[in-house]
């Protein structure tokens, strides 16, 4: 066993200027000491941080850590004290664990598989050339947040489900609000409050009128209604934000290195290649918790030679695994040739993400497209200018991304 283990004095809340696509120096620090670090959270109570690749993954699918809501009582920044935490409502599967976890995934898993994500491909396409049109038509000049990064995604998942068109700006600013790290706690409540009720009404609508959506395709199961509403709540908060930070980010990330940005002009067939490294380089997705089940943990866990007790909380820093240099050779360098795959993007183990082939057909058509159609695209603003998400938002992304191009 370790006797001493590295200690990180306490969770970073911002990244290195002229550095936005790396992780905060300090867990970048951390990771070169120790895959796995000690760490006090706000409250007080004794938990770990894991940084590294391997450690991660075994973590992610070790059913002795659990995802469960009701146990993630230690916030890293913040001391909320002594709370209660209620368990995740039905059907919000990605804070539960077996067997609940599958009551809800399962059904769900044959709708996101890569043949039927595929099948999606020319909706897809038809939507991003709708964006690059309007984009075309109001410029040269746009915010690529808002012109093309969230409506791609939005679309396609509300589509998915069956939101009709009118309410996806309703979706789109209320995600943004619990999602984005910058609005207040009653602000987020209020936001979340509003979403679970209009998926109420629509699944309710669903029952009396189905339509051709995913959603509909549930309602012949033993689902309750409030099961769906959670389930939908998933899906379209996870199918949305995400990619919407991926597609923007990813921008950003390409036109802030031209050498690769050039190479991916040069031969289109590395997409696919592209989209993984992007993935892996910028993991905006870069933090998930677990903690040690009391209840299944009959002995205390061992993890890189530390004895970690029942009932502690383990941070996982999912974007400093995938800069790991044990794993990734050169691993802070954007480099679209890379062939060294598995990254941990979209997790791992049972909880690994559900839409991820869609979220892959939506970059590997999007990507392309952008930089096809506007050959000379560039920042609008100096880099440093880019205004970022904070370091506290779930996901990680920037809020407006000014781009110009030649007329």
């Avoid at 995934?105 to 964006?131: A, N, S, W």
């Avoid at 930070?245 to 950003?252: D, E, K, P, Q, V």
């Amino acid at each position: 066993m370790a006797d001493s283990p590295h200690t990180l004095a306490a969770m970073p809340v911002e990244r290195r200027p002229g550095c936005p696509f790396d992780p905060p120096q300090e867990l970048l620090d951390a990771r070169e000491q120790s895959p796995i670090s000690r760490f006090t959270f706000p409250d007080g109570h004794q938990g770990w941080i894991v940084t590294g690749y391997d450690l991660t993954r075994q973590i992610l699918a070790d059913p002795r850590f659990s995802s469960r809501r009701e146990l993630m009582k230690h916030h890293p920044i913040i001391d909320y004290g002594d709370i209660d935490v209620p368990p995740a409502p039905p059907g919000e599967f990605l804070l539960m664990d077996e067997p609940q976890h599958g009551r809800y995934r399962k059904p769900l898993v044959g709708k996101f598989t890569v043949r039927r994500m595929r099948l999606l491909t020319e909706r897809i396409e038809q939507i991003t050339t709708d964006h690059l049109d309007a984009m075309h038509k109001a410029g040269p000049g746009a915010d690529l947040v808002t012109a093309f990064a969230k409506p791609i995604p939005a679309i396609v998942i509300c589509e998915l489900l069956g939101v009709p068109d009118q309410d996806r700006d309703f979706f789109q600013h209320n995600i943004d609000a619990f999602l984005g790290g910058e609005a207040s706690d009653e602000e987020v409540g209020a936001a979340y409050l509003a979403t679970q009720h209009y998926l109420a009404q629509l699944v309710t609508a669903k029952r009396a009128h189905p339509t051709d959506d995913l959603l509909s395709d549930l309602l012949d199961s033993d689902l309750t209604d409030e099961e769906l509403q959670g389930m939908a709540l998933i899906l379209l908060s996870a199918g949305f934000d995400t990619t919407a930070n991926m597609l923007a980010l990813g921008t950003f990330a390409l036109l802030h290195n031209p050498g690769q940005l050039a190479a991916l002009r040069a031969d289109p067939t590395l997409t696919d290649q592209a989209v993984e490294e992007l993935l892996r380089y910028l993991t905006v997705a870069k933090q998930f918790f677990r903690v040690a089940l009391e209840d299944v943990a009959l002995e205390d866990v061992d993890l890189g030679g530390h004895t970690i007790t029942a009932g502690t909380t383990v941070i996982l820093s999912l974007n400093t695994a995938n800069r790991d240099p044990d794993r990734f050779p050169h691993p802070h360098t954007l480099d679209i040739h890379r062939r060294h795959g598995g990254h941990l993007a979209f997790s791992h183990g049972i909880h690994q993400c559900l839409g991820q082939q869609l979220a892959r057909v939506e970059m590997r058509v999007a990507f392309p497209a952008l930089l096809t159609r506007f050959p000379t695209l560039r920042l609008a603003v100096p880099a440093e200018h880019v205004a970022l998400r904070p370091e506290i938002a779930d996901i990680y992304g920037v809020k407006s991304l000014p781009v110009t191009w030649d007329a």
